[in-house]
Structures are given as C-alpha cells and as structure tokens.
C-alpha cells in the first residue's frame, strides 16, 4: 500500500484551464464544425414502435432517389452480436425492434434533406409484439420476453441472468432476516424514480473518411478507445486501421461514453466511398442513444435498536434496463451498494436486478444509479431518525461509516472523511437556525468509488525545452484532462503553461479508458507523472554531468536544475533540453500499476461486477435549504452547501466547477427533469420545451469544502476522482428538506410541483 | 421562399396584400418551423425595421399607444408600463431569456395567439384594443374578438397589427400578472393571471378584471367579479377562476392541478394588484415577490 501525503499546508492551485480561451471565444472546433470535400449526410431510419416483428423491409425507392450514395440495414454488415455485458445487440434492426429509438437502416446522401426524405421513403411494416414497460410486470415468469433468445445470447461470464433479468445481483453479509426480527424498530419504505437524460450542449456528431482499408472517424465521444473497440468488433477490422479523433466534446455527462454511432457511419463512407457526417438533432439526442439514466423501484427495510443503531438492512431493487444492456450490466450491483450506503450495517441481505423493458437502453449517465438510490436511502434514513426519535444529522454521525470502521459489504476503511463532510458541510449550511416554516434544511450523505484501470501517456521535450503531454486521456469538459500540465510541471520542476497536450486520437496516444468513472485524473495522472518521472531522472543525469554533481543532489524547480544547498549550481531546463536533442532525446513514457481491489470480509455477492470494494472511496455530504410554495407545490432550491472528501484537490477551481454542476444537475433531477412515457413506451418530452433542465437563473449560491486527507491507494498524490460524486447527493438532501415541511417525504422522483402537491393533499386528507 | 425587409409601413402592407406573411422577431415562426410545427410561409414580409411600429407613446386620453414591433425587453423595462400598466411588464419579463425578450415582440406574442401567452391576460384586464391595419385602411378591435382558438385571430390574412391601444388607468389602480412555473427562464406558463384592481378611497375593491392564461382554447376573462373587501375579491377570484377554467391534461400538468393552480394565481394576481393599487411598488415581475420562482431570501 502507498500512502501519499497530500500538501495541507498549500492551499490547492488555481488556474484556468488550456481549452478555457477557445471554447469561450469560439475558435475551438467540434465534430459538426469539421467538414471534409465531398462530404455526405447521413440520416438513420428509426423503428418508431416499442416491441414489433419486422415482416417487411424494402430500401429500394430510398436506393433510387437521386442523390443517395448508400443506404444500409443488416444485410449489409457482419453480423455481429455486441455488449460490454451481454451480447444482446446488433447495429441494425434484424428481425424484432425491441424500443423506438432502434436503427433499421442508415442513409448517406448529398444533402441533410435528400437523406431524410430517403429514409423516410424505406418501407417498413410490422408485426406488434407485446410492450414490455412496467418493471415488476416484466419480471414475472409469465412475462413476454424483450429478448426471445436471451439465453443464447454471449455475455460476460459474472453476469447473473435470467429471462427479462439481464443482470441480477446481491449482496449479502450477516443475517439480516434473523436480526430483523430482533430489531426494536422496522421501517420500510418504496421509493420510485423515474429515469431521466445526460443532455450534453452537443448533439452527437460522427464524421468518418476511408483512405484505402483505413479509416479515420471524428466524434463527440467520452470513450474514443472504447468507440474504436466497437468499430473494430462490429466491421471486424484491427485496431490499428481504425483511428478516432475527438475535436472539442461539447459535454457528456456520461451520456456519449461507449459505442454508438461510428460504425454506421464508417460502413457508410465505405459503401458510398465518400466521408460521410452524421449530426443529431435534440430529438434524436433524446431518443436513440442508449444512454439515459436509469428509473428505479427502490424497497428498502431497515431494524434499529431503540438508541437508533442500525443492525439490518434488506432491500430489493429494480432497474429499468432498457431494451439493451449496453455498459449498464453492473448497475445492479452498483445499486445494491448505493441501497445499503455508506453506513456501518451488520447484517445486510439486499437483491438487485436489471430489467429488460421496451424502453430506450439505459446507460452510464453521471454516477449511475447513485442519486436515484441515494434519494431513496437518504429519504428512508430521515424516516428512520423519525422513527426513533433522533434529529437526522445526529443519526447519520451514528452510523455513518468511518475511519476503522467495517461497511456494509464488509469492507474497513482507511482513513475517509465522511464525518468531516458532515460537519462541515451542515455548519456551512447553518443547519439548526431558526427557519421560516415554509423552508428546511435537508441533509444528505453519499459515495462513490475511484476506479481502478490501466492508463498511458507520454512526456516529450523538445530542443527549446518546451514540452509535449500525448495522453490517452480524454477531456468531456470536466478539466481532469487539463491537470495534467500542472502534474508534469510539478514533476519536472517547470510550469504548467510549458506544456501543451495532445490528446483525443487513438492512433498518437497510448490506451486510456475515457471520461468515464471518475478515472481520468485518478489513472492518467498516475500515467503522466510515472512518464515525466522519467524524464526527471534524464534530467537529473544530464544536469549531474553539466554540473559535475551527484544525480541525487540536482533539484528541478522554477525551471532550472540545480544542486543543492548550491543554488550557484544551476542549469536551465531549456539549456538541458538543447543539449539532449543533440543526443539521447528527452523522451518519457509512463502507465505505472492500478491499485488493487481492498479486501471484503464476511460478504458474499452474486453477480459479482467488482463494485462491493471500493477502492479509494469518496464521501460527500449535500445540505440544502429548500423554500416550498404550499399553495402549488413549487420548491425553490434557496442555497446548497456541500463537503467533498475526494482525496488531493489538484485544482480547486476546476473541482469548485465539477461540484457546481454536480450540484445544479441533481437538482434538476430532483426537481424537473424525468422522462414520461406513453403507455406504448414511447417517450412524451423528448425535447427541450418539454423535458426541464435547470436553467442558470435557477442556479442557487452553492458553498464547498473539500475535505482533504491522505488517502491510500489513490490517485496522484492522494487525489480521487470528482465528475460523479458531487452528482450523488443533491437530490436526496432536497428530497429530506421537502419532507422536513410537509411532514412526509415525496416518494416519487422527481419531486415535481405537481406530485409535491398530491403529496401535500394526501398530507391534508389524513 | 422570398423574404423582404420592409422599412415602411406601406410597403409591409403591400407586401400582405400580394399574400406574405409578417415576421417580426420570429421566435415562434421560426422556432415553429425548425421543430415541425408548421413550416416556414412560401413568402415572408420581415417588419422589425419599420420605426413606426416600434415605438411607445401616450395616447391624448393618458392611455398608452405600443407599437407592434415592441420588444418584450423595452416593456419590461419601460417606467411608464411598470408604473401603470404593471402586469403587462410583470408578463414581459417572464418572456423566454433575455435573448427571447431582446427580439420577441408584443406584436408577434399578440397575434401568433397562443393559449400559453403571457401578454394576453394583462392586455384583456386593461381592455386593450389591437389596431389592424391593411391596404383598405385601418380598425381596432377588442383582444376577446381577436383571439378565436389557438393560433388564431380574427384578423384578415392582409392585415397588420401595427399597435395595441391600453385605455387610461383609473386613480387608485393597480395590477399583476403572474404564471405557474417550475424553473425561472425558458419557461412557459403552465396556467398564468392577470388582475386589474381599483380601490375605493378607503381601500376596499371598487372594480376588478381577472383573465386567464392557459386554461382554455384562448385567453379567457373571468366573469361575475364584483367589488368588496380585499380579502373577499381575492378569495372570489380563486373560486370563479377555477369554477371557469376549462382546462386540459398535457405533459406540463394535470387538468385537476391546473384548475387548482389557477385559482391560487387569480388570488394572488389580485392581492398583488390591490397592493400595487394601494401605492406600493412591488417589483418586476411580480411573480419573483409572491412565491413562485422565489428569489433567495426574499420575504414571503
Ligand atoms: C425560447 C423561447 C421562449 C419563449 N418564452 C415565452 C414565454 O415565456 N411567454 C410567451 O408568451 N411566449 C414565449 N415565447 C414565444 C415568443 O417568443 C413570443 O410569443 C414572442 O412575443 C413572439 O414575437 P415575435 O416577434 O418573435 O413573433 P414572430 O415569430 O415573428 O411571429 C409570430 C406570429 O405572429 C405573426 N405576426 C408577428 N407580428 C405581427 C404583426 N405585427 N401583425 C400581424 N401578425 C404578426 C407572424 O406572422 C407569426 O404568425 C418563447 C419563444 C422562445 C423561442
């Protein structure tokens, strides 16, 4: 185990990021800016029905229409199952559309419009199968199935299947039936939230050209190695004759990480032999992507002792999964984790399951499953401090994990900080004053964990002692990418605006998973300091030689090297520089070995996914004063105060950034966000007009406090992660302020003015 | 397509009687097309440039005369309206983002006829008149016989609207308009009201106009309001208001919450108006003061 000391002296760096200039004045470039001679538009045909058996399909007028250069559908690509998880897709429609947003057949023309009317012109007709929408419905043994051959499908061999189950899990420790029955107090509770959307400022845009057997792709994706993966599986080519370069991304919140549409388009330009452009509307954005955020059925039972110690928790989860189970085969389990919560829980026995409907395939949208199971957990434990009779921020101090302490799927923690999250956190909020009596302060608790996972980059510096980052890395817009000049700097002694970075192209840089997971700092950074160590060290002995010293005694700093205790004896980095491009060139490659999994003890799961241990974990406590118009329901989200133990802050005002947005997406989550459906499982607000994000004017005064600890086995020098954590929480906490005014909680999400006010009228009717 | 830019209103008006259609702003007509609603007219005549028609001015009677071409963001903004005719710049600050209000006219929001507008109910409360003008000369007519069902007026395919005329405040007048919203930019009303109020020299109600914003097919003037306490008019509105909503289930809320809502927004609207009528300043828009949409530590 490595324990690296963090700098609590200093306060955290500020600066402003590399990409800030050009995304704020308009001269950095996305996918749907570039444009290549001859390009062609592509347009997708869509099945437009939930559950239905293709009986016919015929491209032939769309063939015909003058200025069409390919039209495609599954005849005319391998066929080839995919999933991360479960193998249950396929890039076109074969025989059965199994939600409204599936591709039957893509189109590239000479115009947007000539390869609409084309797609439109495909002749598509249908046999209806049975729409499969309700979750609990959809597990009973008598159900239809979305998938048919779900049992000849492939998959990755932990998943736990079963019919419409695509991925159960469990985690179980004690004996929680036993300890149940023991328990002073029970309380049960059913939360239900409904799924809702990434909605990144960038519709997705894919733009693909063939240069003899080798393509290179443009896209807005999270993920381009994962992207180039899917390529390479679905048109079975190698690796290294697929490239893809993200320009600028505009935005994903998880939203554009795996594989979507560079295949379609790739087989397009192949066919048509001309690049071909793909630019979604809102519209599609909303529809066809099979990554929204997830609706949850959320059971939660838990036994206390009168004092309020926690000794059992039970609980039964159902996820909607979608008509596919794209990267969501391990939300289960995450889930599960998210249900029992970061609390010191003896005796556990929860149940997750991911169930298959006819609804757009759920996905990894910013901490997956976390805010809805954490609104659902925080709701109840608020329910529980009622029950016995403690004030809720007392009752977390009790059960809260901590230091030492063992966590529901029997893991000890290191040192963690979550009891600082919540003091901080709540004093910030000034939690206890006197308050209106249409206003609350609502607290909430959460977790996430780091992830784990091999990264690579490289460190070069040139003759003019000017340096190169070439990373893997992948920018989405939460900055995590743009640290890494500060961690080369600090490296190598020199500033962060020596370096530029290369990133964002699958064939310069070395693997990186993407923007997903919170990893890119946690792993990257790893990768970027272990490759210009190396060049540290180059500098060092070429630093030794010039000023005939020991390696040992040379200092990088400020730009020079020097030998200590000397400052005589100094060198510039730029001179150094010149003098090994003469020579062996500086040159720096770095990955370095992802920490391990920490040992559970006295749990065992099913469906085991890697999610029960969490390495480096982070801690996060949300309070949030909330005012409620009693006459209508309308909530106003007054001020928010959060505390983050994310480990080392490299930059705290990119962190202040992440948590801001974290806080004002869960709010809309909360609040106005979800999506509806009719009862054809179709989606009824797949547009902006329609389907309410927060809005800037909506934006509350939102105070942070890092809490910053050693942590083990982190990031570079103790850091964390930070994209998903600050998403956890939000909701939760103004679910626990609403109820703290009503007197009962809103037991769907969002807790829109509507269903705020049914619960006021079930209030006054008791 | 064609597109001519008119500078004067004689040639605006040509331009209708050859069969184009205005665009003034365009932040329905083109927002419209782009997402399917109707595409765009073969012939478009654009009239933001004609000065006349942009112009706010008071009329010899001490009512006010306001250009079709007003921007929402100059109502808002103008000290006269806020003073006097409140609840129309109460409702053109609640317009869309500043970007919607910079070019989204009065003119347009008027006769593009929206259930969902929101200067409609101010507009109805001060017995306003629109002003239509065509080649064959000019006629003003009431906003209740303008609006006939959603999207559309009574007006003749060649007529402009080139002004709308808002009669003389009463001493002692107040009023307010206010709308359901559950974000504060780029909302529409999910139901809205307006109140004209004027008090009595000892402060009672001596007469008041209530009209109602997405409820029915068009903007509708609540009937049966009589004169009385503060309190009494103001609980009456809410019952007669929801007693005459006529409202639809769709995805912004239900029927039944929106018939509740309405009555909670005419109460308001009409406590608002009497205190405004009473010489107290409540600011612009009032729906930031009076619960919903409230800002962070105002008074409630
Ligand atoms: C993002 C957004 C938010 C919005 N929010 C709101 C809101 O909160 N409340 C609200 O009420 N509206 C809202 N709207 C709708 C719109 O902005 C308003 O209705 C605006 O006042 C329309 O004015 P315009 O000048 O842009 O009209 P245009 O789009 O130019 O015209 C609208 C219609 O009226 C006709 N027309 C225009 N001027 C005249 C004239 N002088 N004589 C005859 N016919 C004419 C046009 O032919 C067209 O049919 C919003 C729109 C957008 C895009």
């Known amino acids: 185990m490595t324990v690296t000391e963090p700098h609590p002296a200093r306060p955290a760096p500020r600066f402003v990021r590399a990409d800030g200039p050009d995304k704020v004045t308009g001269s950095g470039r996305y996918t749907a800016d570039l444009s290549l001679t001859g390009v062609l538009a592509a347009k997708f045909r869509y099945a437009d029905v939930s559950h239905a058996r293709i009986t016919r399909l015929d491209v032939s007028a769309a063939r015909a229409m003058p200025g069409v250069m390919s039209v495609l559908t599954a005849a005319d690509v391998p066929d080839v199952r995919f999933g991360p998880f479960v193998q249950d897709r396929t890039l076109f429609a074969t025989d059965v559309v199994r939600f409204e947003g599936e591709i039957i057949a893509a189109v590239a023309a000479t115009t947007a419009e000539i390869a609409q009317r084309a797609a439109d012109a495909i002749v598509v007709e249908f046999e209806p199968l049975p729409v499969v929408t309700d979750l609990e419905a959809s597990l009973a043994t008598d159900a239809p199935l979305v998938h048919g051959d779900w049992a000849d499908y492939g998959s990755a061999e932990v998943v736990v299947r079963d019919r419409n189950d695509a991925s159960f899990s469990s985690i179980t420790k004690g004996d929680a039936a036993a300890a149940m029955a023991g328990a002073d107090v029970v309380v049960s509770s059913r939360y239900v939230a409904d799924g809702c959307h990434a909605a990144p400022i960038e519709p997705r845009a894919v733009l693909a050209q063939w240069e003899g057997d080798k393509v290179t792709i443009w896209t807005s994706t999270q993920v381009p190695f994962d992207a180039r993966a899917g390529v390479c599986e679905t048109l079975k080519l190698p690796a290294n004759r697929v490239r893809i370069i993200v320009p600028h991304l505009g935005g994903g919140f998880g939203g554009k990480c795996g594989f979507h549409y560079e295949a379609h388009i790739a087989a397009l330009a192949r066919a048509a032999k001309r690049p071909v452009r793909l630019v979604f509307s809102r519209r599609e954005e909303f529809l066809a992507p099979d990554r929204r955020r997830e609706g949850m059925i959320i059971d939660i039972t838990t036994g206390m002792r009168t004092d309020g110690t926690i000794i059992a928790r039970s609980g039964w989860i159902a996820i909607d999964n979608g008509a596919y189970t794209a990267d969501a085969g391990f939300f289960s389990q995450l889930a599960a984790m998210h249900v029992a919560g970061p609390y010191r829980v003896p005796n556990v026995s929860i149940e997750a399951h991911l169930v298959y409907t006819n609804h757009q395939p759920s996905g990894s949208v910013r901490a997956p499953t976390a805010p809805q199971a954490c609104w659902a957990l925080e709701s109840h434990t608020d329910e529980l401090a009622k029950a016995v009779g403690l004030e809720p921020v007392a009752f977390r101090k009790l059960n809260a994990v901590d230091t030492g302490a063992e966590g529901p799927s029997g893991q000890t923690y290191d040192e963690i900080g979550l009891q600082q999250c919540i003091d901080a956190a709540t004093a910030n909020a000034g939690y206890g004053q006197e308050l209106p009596d249409d206003e609350a302060i609502g607290v909430a608790i959460g977790w996430w964990p780091s992830f784990s996972v091999p990264s690579g980059a490289y460190v070069k510096i040139d003759g003019d002692g000017s340096g190169q980052i070439i990373t893997g890395a992948q920018e989405c817009g939460t900055g995590a990418v743009m640290t890494l000049r500060q961690l080369a700097a600090d490296e190598l002694g020199m500033a962060a605006e020596d370096f530029q970075l290369v990133y964002q192209d699958t064939s310069v840089a070395p693997y990186d998973m993407g923007a997903t997971g919170s990893q890119t700092l946690f792993n990257n950074g790893r990768a970027v300091v272990n490759a210009a160590g190396q060049i540290a060290e180059q500098l060092r002995k070429l630093a030794a030689d010039h000023l005939e010293a020991s390696p040992d005694d040379i200092v990088l700093a400020d730009g020079h090297a020097s030998v200590a205790g000397t400052p005589t004896a100094t060198v510039s980095i730029a001179e150094l520089a010149g003098i090994a491009s003469g020579g062996e060139l500086l040159i720096g490659h770095g990955s370095g070995q992802p920490p391990g999994p920490p040992p559970l003890v006295g749990s065992t799961c099913v469906g085991d996914l890697g999610m029960a241990a969490f390495v480096a974990p982070q801690f996060s406590c949300h309070a949030v004063r909330v005012k409620l118009d009693r006459d209508t329901g309308v909530a106003r989200v007054l001020a928010v105060s959060t505390a983050h133990d994310s480990g080392t802050i490299i930059n705290e005002l990119g962190a202040l950034g992440q948590v801001e947005g974290g806080v004002l997406m869960g709010i809309g989550q909360a609040l106005t966000e979800g999506t509806t459906y009719d009862d054809q499982g179709k989606q009824r607000n797949a547009a902006m007009l329609e389907y309410k994000l927060q809005t800037c004017a909506d934006a509350p005064p939102i105070n942070t406090h890092f809490v910053q600890i050693a942590t083990p086995d982190a990031g570079p020098r103790g850091a964390k992660g930070l994209a998903e954590a600050p998403n956890v929480a939000t909701a939760a906490a103004i679910s626990n302020a609403l109820a703290a005014i009503i007197g009962r909680p809103v037991r769907r999400l969002p807790m829109t003015a509507e269903r705020v006010w049914e619960t006021l009228n079930e209030e006054a009717a008791r | ?300």
């Open chain 2, 1 to 300: 397509m064609s597109l001519l830019i008119a500078t004067t209103l004689d040639d605006a008006l040509a331009a209708l009687a050859a069969g184009a259609r205005p665009i003034a702003g365009g932040t329905d007509l083109v927002v419209g097309a782009r997402h399917g609603k109707a595409p765009l007219p073969a012939s478009l005549v654009a009239i933001d440039r004609i000065e006349s028609l942009r112009t706010v001015g008071r009329s010899a009677d001490g009512g006010l005369v306001i250009g079709a071409g007003v921007s929402h963001h100059t109502i808002e903004t103008d000290s006269t309206i806020g003073a006097e005719w409140s609840a129309l710049a109460d409702a053109s600050a609640l317009v869309g983002s500043p970007a919607t209000r910079h070019v989204g006219t009065l003119g347009g929001n008027v006769m593009n006829g929206s259930p969902a507008m929101d200067t409609g109910a101010p507009l109805v409360v001060f017995g306003a008149e629109a002003e239509l003008a065509s080649g064959s000369g000019s006629r003003r007519v009431d906003m209740a016989t303008l609006w006939v069902g959603p999207g559309r007026t009574s007006a003749a395919a060649d007529e402009l609207c080139v002004a709308i005329h808002l009669p003389a405040r009463a001493p002692r007048s107040g009023s307010a308009y206010l709308r359901l919203e559950y974000r504060r930019a780029m909302e529409i009303a999910v139901v809205g009201a307006a109140a004209s109020v004027t008090l009595t020299a000892d402060g009672a109600v001596d007469s008041v106009r209530v009209a109602l914003t997405a409820v029915a097919a068009t903007i509708v003037e609540v009937t049966g309001l009589t004169g009385g306490s503060v309190a009494d008019v103001a609980a009456a509105a809410e019952a007669a208001a929801a007693d005459q909503a006529t409202p639809i289930s769709d995805l912004r809320a239900s029927d039944r919450y929106r018939r509740h809502c309405i009555g909670v927004m005419a109460r308001r609207a009409v406590e608002a108006a009497a205190r405004r009528a009473s010489g107290e300043t409540i600011a612009i828009p009032v729906n930031r003061a009076v619960g919903i949409g409230m800002a962070a530590g105002a008074a409630s």
